[in-house]
């Protein structure tokens, strides 16, 4: 069990382009979830993911994100023609179906700065 | 709305020293599940320690318990015998058990530690 990754940690980019954003969740779990931490708040729900299917999604996704997550193994989230408001952390979950709480683990984040 | 209340934005406490973190929460439904997650600076969020609403018994882990009182919908923290290593940001959540997958988060309290 190696944990949730993120990649990249780190990303600084000019208004108006498009980024895009890993995630790889623990090897058995099969749920798979984006949130969005602004500074001073708590995560925000944006997206969830039962294997490759999308199931739920936040209006705080606007149409300028898109996630996948197309083998039902990784995911995506892509943000187009970024904009100041877009700079946050974005984490990354996972869960497992097999357990009984369906608790959450949390990868270490992608800390976006749009300029 | 479903909304989670954290009203300490920042506590101290002495090593060794015992702290309570408060939380309440707004639902209307009766079956859910509630978390406290530890983010340490920098770091990724962590859990604590998790607690089914409909168990009456309050959950532990170690130096960590809650005072689940279901009535007043309120969850809050215990930390015994505090260490220098829980200082961190602490998140209370809870997700309802029907309908959806996602956490509602409170915006946090940060805990300092004092040598």
């Known amino acids: 069990d190696t944990g949730v990754s993120q990649d990249p940690r780190h990303k600084i980019t000019k208004r108006g382009q498009n980024v895009t954003f890993r995630c790889d969740p623990i090897?058995?779990?099969?749920?798979l979830y984006w949130y969005r931490q602004t500074l001073g708040q708590g995560p925000e729900f944006l997206t969830y993911?039962?294997?490759?299917?999308?199931?739920?999604k936040s209006r705080l996704l606007s149409d300028r994100f898109s996630a996948e997550r197309p083998k039902g193994s990784f995911s995506t989230l892509e943000i187009q023609r970024t904009e100041q408001g877009d700079s946050a952390m974005y984490l990354c979950?996972?869960?497992?179906?097999?357990?009984?709480?369906?608790?959450?683990?949390f990868g270490p984040g992608t800390r976006l700065t749009v300029l | 709305a479903q909304t989670v209340t954290q009203s300490q934005p920042e506590m101290s406490v002495q090593e060794a020293e015992t702290v309570t973190l408060s939380c309440t929460y707004d639902t209307s439904e009766s079956d859910y599940y509630l978390f406290w997650y530890k983010q340490p600076p920098s770091r990724q969020m962590i859990l604590v320690i998790r607690q089914e609403a409909y168990k009456q018994q309050n959950a532990t882990e170690n130096r960590f318990s809650v005072n689940f009182q279901k009535a007043a919908k309120s969850f809050s923290l215990k930390i015994s015998d505090s260490q220098l290593g829980d200082a961190a940001m602490y998140f209370c959540?809870?997700?309802?058990?029907?309908?959806?997958?996602?956490?509602?988060f409170g915006t946090g309290t940060r805990l300092k530690v004092l040598a």
């Open positions: 090897s058995e779990h099969n749920r």
């Open positions: 979950a996972s869960s497992s179906d097999l357990t009984f709480t369906d608790t959450q683990y």
């Open positions: 993911f039962q294997n490759e299917a999308q199931l739920e």
């Open positions: 959540a809870f997700r309802i058990t029907s309908g959806t997958y996602k956490y509602i």
